[in-house]
């Protein structure tokens, strides 16, 4: 079955850098487009980066220019290099797959703060 498994949150003060992994299996990585999102407590969850299978990439307004998604495919691994961290940026950060149907992974917080 499909699993995401998201690591590298964490503590990380205005201005720091982190990135996070997302490791993929149950699939067939290569073909699917891999996404990013978060959750910000008490708000609704929000796209952040995309990539396709052949790694075009699209960002959300907010962290243009700031956030990397890249892959991985011999890894079946999606990253996301974040820099520049604000403290907006503060929420759980989720990996996304949609072969059918949407499968998420289990998240990794992001804390910004000094």
């Known amino acids: 079955q499909v699993q995401l498994v998201e690591s590298g949150g964490g503590l990380v003060q205005p201005g720091g850098s982190l990135r996070l992994s997302c490791a993929a299996s149950g699939f067939t990585f290569p073909r699917y487009f891999m996404r990013w999102y978060r959750q910000a407590p008490g708000k609704e969850r929000e796209l952040v980066a995309t990539?396709?299978?052949?790694?075009?990439?699209s960002y959300a307004d907010s962290v243009k220019g700031r956030f990397t998604i890249s892959r991985d495919n011999a890894k079946n691994t999606v990253y996301l290099q974040m820099n520049s961290l604000k403290p907006d940026g503060t929420a759980v950060y989720y990996c996304?797959?949609?072969?059918?149907?949407?499968?998420w992974g289990q998240g990794t917080q992001v804390t910004v703060s000094s």
């Open positions: 996304n797959v949609r072969p059918v149907h949407d499968y």
């Open positions: 990539i396709t299978n052949a790694g075009s990439t």
